[in-house]
């Protein structure tokens, strides 16, 4: 809806009406053309000012519309109708003018926006582009290389930026719609001509043709696949080259094939999906709404390696008082000097001062007596969280929240070391954690929702995506991720190479294959764990065969590699050989494919040719069954949050949804056969049979992912 009234006598003042963003609904849409009719047909009306209710001018085009049948007036008539207007139209930007609401401003006259206001085109997130004339005037109003900027990665700007750039007119740090109510009576009754955006001629930029083909190098490069970041360009191209309505003819074409594209329909789903992790719910009816977060002012961090370090800057550049813990003299001074370090670079970055002042350091556990939540990062070892667990029970006062950072440890068993079980939860950060994005905050059977919310709310707080998961091994993205490193490891042993596995995972749209990846993190890590699980053990030791672990396939390939001292880039040779430790740049490793050969003729394996689709659906599939089986087990309330911390924290590309909205996407009966068949052929890797609830699905009549926590709370009840 849009409200109309006359303020100052003679100004005619629209307000729209959509809470909570004042999204342009078809309401809205309506609402704005009936009421700019009223405006210019007034005579009493000299100048008429768009605001939106409630301090937000306009959150965009209405998401949840997109996929319905879309009623309405169209966005692209009505900014040219307000355009056209023949009575100066002020857009008054209060908190946001994003998408479609940025459009609207740009078809008005003239722009007055409060210094807090943030602008921007985000439209390339949601597989989309700026359909509203966005792409067409945006260029001729800050010239071709802003405009590209800003279009193509969809970046938000602040009222400040949008200024210097001349997106608005005026910036005002007091009430923004008196502002623009007395621009509008200053520029009532002079000439519009000039105001007009789309009669202008786009800046003109010295070799064209060689800026756009760098700039569309690189957003390929960095799209990884995805359709509408190119499409940008394109649309941005025509306003460059073409008159404004040529323009908007080809912004309209571009626009068609992307909005019936499968990459915006996951990329809306993943807008919505990180939305709905935030109202988590758990297995014992504890959900975000139900109970309040205690009071954090002063969290600790005990053990400052790469994550203590981290979370220690994520903490203190959230505001909170750190008091960090290191027991090792040297590793705490060099912590010290690390963290002060990530504090300075985060707060240049930010153009705010350093929080340095935020961080205490002690090399005693009694320092956080008075901490009201501590994140304890130790080595990875259950023993010693245990004492440690046991340490801070005895220490800490009442009430003080314990969260483990582990990577897939028994949090219930580290609760059962303490006298408030209760109180202790997972908070599982990614490396490093002050840039990394996801946390998955782990509950037990014991752990109250007060200390869910709490962990909660802190990511919340720390600018965390937080997706609360229940206590397995593993948690829910590693749980994953073992079935897909192991189809890997199975494929190098049929007859794939590294490169070809992840080649099939790049061109996906993984930032890097998993080998690749695996050199990154260094194989070690993984080979500690393996070790400790029994698994690791030297080939042909204790009589067992060694490609056969606890009656399963099992592939030692890198145990073997880690028992050369190939631990990856850290040691210059992993998967892939770098020109020295610590190098980055992978290139093939002869070495490594002789010893591929070495070990298949040892073991009678005969290589044969395996194309890319296999890997995908090896790999992947495989990932996606546990994924099933994830869901299956309650670990999650729903796909969505699968979806989004294998985005968030794993690099699964974001314009593919997430893995779960990718089976429903390729279809579950399809996942389902391809499973089977697989599985047909490797009777002997359980995670390829496939999960019952996938079976379920299926014989559900395979729901669209947004319908499965709905199908699932059926099937549970049913069981
Ligand atoms: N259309 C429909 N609903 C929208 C919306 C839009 N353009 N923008 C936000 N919403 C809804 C959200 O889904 C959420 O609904 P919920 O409470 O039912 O979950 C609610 O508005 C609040 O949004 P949220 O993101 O939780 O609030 P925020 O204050 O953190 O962020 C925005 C606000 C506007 C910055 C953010 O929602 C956003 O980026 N929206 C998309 C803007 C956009 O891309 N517009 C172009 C569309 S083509
Ligand atoms: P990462 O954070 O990369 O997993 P590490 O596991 O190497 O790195 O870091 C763990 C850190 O925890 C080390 O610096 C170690 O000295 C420290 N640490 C180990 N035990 C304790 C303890 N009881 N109290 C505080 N710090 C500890």
Redesign the pocket.
Known sequence: MAQYSRVSGSVGLITLQNP??N?LSAAVRQGIVDTVKRALGDPEVKAVVIRGQNGVFC??????EFGTNMSGPHLVPMIHAIEAANKPVVAAIEG?A????LELALGCHYRVAHSKARLGL??V??G?LPAAGGTQRLPRLIGVPAALDLITKGRHITAAEALQLGVVDQVTGHGTVDAAVKFALSVAGKPLDARRISTYPCPRTSDLDALFEGVMQKVRQSARGAIAPIACVQAVRAAATLPYLQGMEREKELMATLFTSGQARALQYG??AQ?AVGRWSTPSGARWDTSKPRPVHIAAVIGLGTMGRGIAVALAQAGLSVVAVETQEKQLMEAKQAVSGMLERGAKRRGVAPALDKVSYSHDIKAVADADLVIEAVFEDMALKRTVFRQLSAVCKPGTVLCTNTSGLDVEHLASQTRNPQLVVGMHFFAPAHVMKLLEVVYGPQSSPQAVVTAMQLGKKMGKVSVAVGNCRGFVGNRMLKPYLEQAFFLLEEGATPELVDRALEEFGFPMGVFKMSDLSGLDVGWRVRKADGLAEPVGASGQPARIRQGQRYSPLGDLLCEQGRFGQKTGRGWYQYDKSGGQVASSDPWLHSFLEGYRAMHGLVARRIDLQEVLERCLYALINEGFRVLEDGIVAGPEDIDIIYVFGYGWPRHRGGPMFYASMVGLERVLERLEQHHKAHPDVPHLQPCSLLRRLVSSGSPPVHRWREVLKKLNSQL
């Open positions: 909570p963003v999204a959150g965009g085009a209405d998401i949840k946001i994003l998408g479609g609401g985000p439209e997130t949601l989309l807008f919505f939305r």
